[in-house]
């Protein structure tokens, strides 16, 4: 924890848990669409007392609810199945936006991930906008852009797991006039949602992929594994029949 050293996180951690069982915390909770909350929370609020224990060490799934926000550029580079594999992480935040096409470059795919729970909060920077609505924009503009005419897109639908918890909660109706299907089917929510960002798309011959995703699920890199194999075996062949 920032801030707090371990040994006193360990001492406070029965008042932190005292906290969480309160039922004015929890029904507090259940309106956090109305707030800028994390979605991990949840979990280490739930796992606090394994977390104090004083031999805790961080599991795999602990690691990946763990999340920061990011800023500037951030490049990772491993293999996957003995073919490296160079990522390049840009922040999503509206002032980070202004560096991202100086990295965007010999690139075969860009990864856009969209958090498909959130369509009834808006954004921290003006609390008005729609998330959704606000990652739409972002992605028909780099969808649409030039630059990237050879580019596949990847687009991850994000956090099923949380939008199959919030369906049944929060009407998407209210949040979108021209959503027709069943409000309380996740399927008819999750294709309006694609078909969002699908639409968008001038250019219907360029290579797009989509994947309903959840944030902790170890399977979405070999996802894009076999999305790049694809996009790279269509260059070739589009280059073939162009000599």
């Known amino acids: 924890m920032k801030g707090i050293d371990y040994t006193t996180f360990v001492d406070i951690s029965s008042i932190i848990q005292d906290f969480w069982d309160d039922a004015a915390v929890k029904q507090t909770y259940e309106k956090r669409n109305l707030f800028q909350i994390s ?11 394994r977390i104090a224990m ?30 490296p594999f160079r990522f390049i992480d840009v922040g999503g935040q509206r002032s980070q936006r202004q560096k991202w096409f100086q990295c965007f470059t010999d690139i075969t795919s860009i990864l856009f991930m969209v958090a498909s729970n959130e369509y009834d909060q808006v954004i921290l920077e003006d609390r008005r906008t729609n998330r959704v609505v606000e990652s739409r924009s972002v992605f028909e503009t780099i969808v649409n852009n030039r630059a990237f005419s050879n580019v596949s897109i990847i687009l991850f ?12 909660k929060s009407d998407i109706r209210q949040y979108f006039s021209d959503f027709t299907g069943d409000h309380l089917s996740v399927r008819d929510v999750q294709f309006f949602l694609v078909d969002k960002f699908e639409t968008s798309r001038k250019d219907r011959a360029r290579p797009f992929f989509y994947h309903y995703t959840t944030a902790v699920d170890t399977e979405n890199i070999r996802r894009v594994f076999v999305d790049v194999r694809d ?3 269509q260059q070739n062949l589009k280059s073939l029949m162009m000599q």
Request: aromatic fraction near 10%.
């Open 231 to 233: 996009t790279i075996l």
């Open 157 to 168: 639908m994000n956090k099923s797991d949380l939008l199959k918890e919030k369906v049944p």
């Open 39 to 49: 979605d991990s929370c949840q979990y280490f609020f739930d796992h606090i007392n």
């Open 54 to 83: 004083p031999n805790f060490l961080p599991t795999n799934k602990d690691i990946l609810y763990c999340r920061k926000a990011t800023r500037g550029i951030c490049e990772h580079t491993f293999e996957i199945n003995k073919i």
